[in-house]
């Protein structure tokens, strides 16, 4: 089992920069796949990015090239340094972490893209 919390949301003109953090309540090991989602209103929750227990990485085709995710073990902790945002980023974003088959998600944290 884990606690995550997500931060770094905000308000953000477009072009602008973000880093979101998700600390958990625990070590990574025995993690698989951590990702990072987002509910846009009125949308289902979309993938955005998922790194594995190997280091390997997935975007989805919207954030490629502008959004990166990364890990720091020693700290609990899941990043999404988000680069040139747009308007179409605006959502809740969801911290999502997976323990063989069972799937623990963070409160979320809500990003603002202003045109």
């Known amino acids: 089992q884990v606690q995550l919390v997500e931060s770094g949301g905000g308000l953000v003109q477009a072009g602008g920069s973000l880093r979101l953090s998700c600390a958990a309540s625990r070590s990574f090991v025995g993690i698989n796949i951590m990702s990072w989602y987002r509910q846009a209103p009125g949308k289902q929750r979309e993938l955005v990015a998922a790194?594995?227990?190997?280091?390997?990485?997935n975007y989805a085709d919207s954030v490629k090239g502008r959004f990166t995710i990364s890990r720091d073990n020693a700290k609990n902790t899941l990043y999404l340094q988000m680069n040139d945002l747009k308007p179409d980023d605006t959502a809740v974003y969801y911290c999502k972490a997976a323990i063989t088959v069972t799937f623990y998600w963070g409160q979320g944290t809500q990003v603002t893209v202003s045109s």
């Open positions: 790194i594995t227990r190997g280091g390997m990485t």
